[in-house]
Structure formats: C-alpha cells, structure tokens
C-alpha cells in the first residue's frame, strides 16, 4: 500500500510540536529525554504577558536600554529557559520600528555551546565574550504589506574564523516550528524557542543570549547594551548569561 505522503508531513510535524506547548495546549511532551506532562508557563496565545511575573523571578534575566544608548529601539528584554525552551520577552519602541516591511524583524545570537571555543561574530557584542555567537536566528514581524507575522526565523551557524566578525553566517536545515510567538500590543514580543529543534551543540547548564531590532536590515534596538563610549562607537556589552531551570 502506497503511503500518502501529505498524511507522513503532518505526522511528523505534529510529533515536533507537541513537546513544547504552551499552558493552553495540554498535550503531553519530552523533557530532558524523558517523557513528561510538560506544559511550558508562558503562553504565546493569551495576549497577554502576566506568566511572565508568576515565574522564579531569581530565574529570569532581563537587560535594559541604558541611559546613552546607541541603539535606542529596544527597551528591556527577558529570558526564561528550562529543559525544552527558551522563552523571552522583547519590549520596544514603537517610533523605532515604524515601516512594519518584510525587512524589519528581530535578530537572536545564542552562544549556544556556552563556550569561547566555536562561534564568532563580535560585532555588537563585547568583544570579551562577544565572539562566541554559534547560532543565528533572523526573521520579520511583519509580511511586505505589514500584516503582522508569527515570529519564524531562519536558523544559520557561524561559517567564519573562531571568533571572528562579519556577517558569515550559514543557513542551516531546521524544523518546522523551532519557535512560536505573539505580538502584544504595539511594543511587545513574546516567543519560545523549542531547543531541541536547533540543530546545535547545547550546553546543559546555561547558555548565551543577545538580541536587536531591525528596520531594512540595519539594527535600530540592541540588548544586552552599554552607553556608548563616545558620539559614534557603539556601546558592546556582554551577552546575557542564561541558566537552565532545570
């Protein structure tokens, strides 16, 4: 008997989703290699980021826009990961991110391997720890006529020298559903990444973590961010530092 193959897809991409749903999807998932009941505490459905202060708050990691900033469109973030994703929370201006094209969006660097080891990209980040970025995620908010998109970003490694800077990065096969994600009003966005869908050597304990906001590919919101150190340079900080709760 011949096996319809649109019926084998939707098997299997529903087999990627159900380990990581939100608290109003009840089905049952993996965690940590095991079979668990896991439910992730923040929801992208609800419209709403109240979850976010039912967490350990001694577990989640926030950055701020720091009084002289740069890059000024971002406005604070936070991450909260455990044993299946990672979870953040990006708050900012609407004024920065005005056109709402298919060219504006969000940049995630992860120092995935929690290690000086591999990875590179220095260019926003601390060059102390700033070279260590092994993945990349990049996608748009917004489809070319501005209607509002789930976050879905392609996934890319670092393809350039250890510790390097420049835009070397590799687009690299992931599957469906690595994240999920909501727009909040007109300044927030809340998302999940499903680690397990991220094909990259993960650290068991922690992770680093940086983001920026685009317009026209060009960033226009950075964090973790520093004032800048005079009128033009850019202020590098370290990356958040992310650890499991496991």
Known sequence: MKLNWKIALMCVLAIAMVACKSKDEPESGSQ????????????????????????????????VCPELPYFAG???????????????????????????????????????????????????FAPINGGNIDILLEGALWDADGNELSYAPSVERWNGPLNGEGWY???????????ASQLVGDNI????????????????????????????????????QSNRPDGENIGRALKMYVEFDK
């Not at 290699?33 to 708050?57: E, F, N, T």
């Not at 609407?94 to 995935?112: F, K, L, R």
């Not at 973590?209 to 590919?217: A, E, L, P």
């Open 189 to 224: 966005v809340e998302c999940r990444i499903l680690k397990e869908l991220v094909p990259a050597k993960w650290d068991k304990d922690a992770f680093e973590i940086g983001f920026d906001i685009y317009q026209n590919f060009e960033p226009v919101g950075l964090l973790p």
């Open 74 to 124: 971002l406005k604070e973030a936070k991450v909260y990961a455990d044993a299946v994703c990672i979870n953040f929370m990006l708050t900012f201006d609407p004024e920065a991110m005005q056109s709402h094209t298919d060219v504006d969006g969000i940049h995630v660097y992860i120092n995935t391997d929690n290690s000086d080891a591999t990875g590179g990209y220095w260019d926003l």
């Open 169 to 179: 990065w590799e687009p690299v096969p992931a599957s469906t559903g690595v994240t």
């Open 32 to 63: 940590g290699g095991g079979q668990s009941d896991y439910k992730s505490p923040i929801s992208v459905r609800d419209q709403s980021v109240a979850d976010w202060d039912a967490l350990d708050q001694s577990k989640v990691k926030k950055a």
